[in-house]
């Protein structure tokens, strides 16, 4: 299996062939932060070519944010069904 990469990223993403190399500087930029908050890895195969591991942190954030995101819904359905009522 391939590892992930910035630029593999990049060209899953883009939809025009003249966004990739800006996709491509912003998911390198992002990944550089993930990487320092300690959300993903960053392995080294060669300079242009940089493998993105996910860390146990990343899975626990991911996690926590849909928790939060089922109960906000469920909030905003139980408001607007009370809104109709």
């Known amino acids: 299996m391939r590892k992930l990469t910035a630029y593999g990223l990049a060209v899953m993403l883009c939809k025009q062939p003249n966004e990739l190399a800006k996709i491509n500087s ?22 242009q070519l940089v493998a993105l591991d996910a860390t146990p942190l990343l899975h626990l954030f991911f ?23």
């Open 63 to 85: 996690i926590t944010l849909g928790t939060r995101n089922i109960a906000a819904m469920r909030a905003l359905f139980a408001a607007a069904d009370d809104a109709l009522i």
């Open 26 to 47: 912003q998911i390198r930029a992002i990944t550089v932060a993930a990487s320092h908050y300690g959300l993903i890895i960053r392995g080294y195969g060669s300079p």
